[in-house]
């Protein structure tokens, strides 16, 4: 190689190098600094005698998530993977048909498959547990009623990719839901079949999130009322107002929520008003810990829902139909010792469909 030749060939691969940062030091302002990954990026280290061993490598890691242009360049990776291999770019998302995305983490598309069911052990020691509760809750006077909201890939399957289908006769959720009527009793609501019923007439999903929209909450959150004998308005009496909200997860996960936003159509999503609300207000709404709730509802029963986020939706319309509603999440916020404080009437374990393995270990006892 020529020396003119290998200079030009060290002039290329420095500008490719400190090109991007130079760049970037004039267009800063204007460029999108946004972190698009579904993780917390390294911070700049402080060199001290402390982490002298460790400085080099964790600046490293800094450089790295910090280059400039490496939110573009992920999400247009991401793109070209999507648009030309069909590829979601992300373990944790499946390309659906008609712009629908679809979760793959916590065991949803084993739950719709069929494939994941618990042994007699298993099943035997979520018996156990619930057993346990409910005679907590007994002896307390308080009603017990588990609730299990129907996973995304169960309700709008026939928008999952051919490649996945069923295996097995029964899901996990049905096995269990089964499993615990006959050999326990306990009050189950599972509102399955309530949202198949409108699936067609409306998205009761959002299409680029794992969650329900406000419209399939207030379904879930209607059969859930009917279980503890509160009628509401059928949907078909309801004011229902499209609007293009969503929580964008999964969109997220693949590093393309702003694409997803800007490109694809529209989210389908509603707002969902036209049932009594008995002048209910918010005490304190803090998704991550605590959601709580009065109204003037002529039924002055006291709930208390132990929760993951599809309770979310559900909020509003449950708590206009109790005297005090309170709403703790499951992670890092409920304790055994809130259920004395508050003294409630009824206590709803809700868990969504994916998440059951909670059942495994979620216990009341003396």
């Not at 017990?144 to 026939?158: G, Q, R």
């Not at 008995?278 to 803090?286: D, F, K, L, R, Y």
Request: with cysteine.
């Amino acid at each position: 190689m020529s020396k003119k030749k290998a200079a030009a060939w060290i002039i290329i691969f420095a500008l490719l190098i400190i090109g991007p940062r130079v760049i970037s030091f004039f267009w800063d302002p204007s460029l999108n600094t946004e972190n698009t990954e579904n993780r917390q990026l390294a911070e700049k280290p402080e060199l001290s005698r402390e982490n002298l061993h460790t400085f080099a490598s964790e600046y490293n890691s800094y450089y790295n998530d910090h280059l400039a242009f490496r939110s573009q360049m992920i999400e247009a990776n991401s793109i070209l993977n999507m648009n030309i291999f069909g590829d979601a770019s992300s373990a944790s998302v499946v390309l659906g048909k008609n712009d629908w995305l679809f979760f793959t983490d916590e065991g949803s598309i084993e739950d719709y498959k069929g494939t994941n069911l618990y042994s007699q052990e298993q099943l035997e020691l979520i018996k156990d547990n619930m057993l346990s509760t409910k005679a907590y809750l007994d002896a307390r006077g308080i009603e017990f009623v588990l609730m299990i909201p129907s996973n995304k890939e169960e309700i709008y399957s026939d928008n999952l990719p051919d490649y996945i289908r069923k295996r097995g006769e029964q899901t996990r959720a049905e096995q269990v839901i089964s499993y615990l009527r006959e050999e326990t009793g306990i009050r189950i609501v599972y509102p399955k079949e309530d949202l198949l019923a409108y699936k067609d007439q409306y998205d009761l999903y959002w299409h680029y999130d794992t969650h329900w929209n406000y419209l399939g909450a207030y379904i879930g959150a209607k059969s859930l009322l009917r279980e503890l004998g509160i009628q509401i308005p059928q949907v078909e009496e309801l004011t229902i107002t499209p609007n293009d909200f969503s929580g964008y997860d999964l969109a997220n996960m693949m590093n393309l929520r702003d694409y997803y936003k800007n490109n694809k159509p529209a989210e389908v999503s509603y707002d969902v008003s036209g049932y009594p609300t008995n002048n209910m207000t918010v005490i304190q709404a803090i998704d991550a810990t605590e959601l709580i709730y009065q109204s003037d509802s002529p039924d002055r029963r006291r709930l208390f829902l132990v929760r993951d986020s599809f309770a979310g939706g559900m909020a509003p319309v449950l708590a206009s139909n109790f005297a005090y509603t309170y709403m703790p999440h499951w992670n890092g916020c409920f304790e055994q010792s809130m259920i004395d404080e508050q003294q409630p009437d009824i206590f709803v374990y809700e868990v969504v469909e994916r998440r059951l393995d909670a059942l495994l270990s979620f216990r009341l006892s003396e």
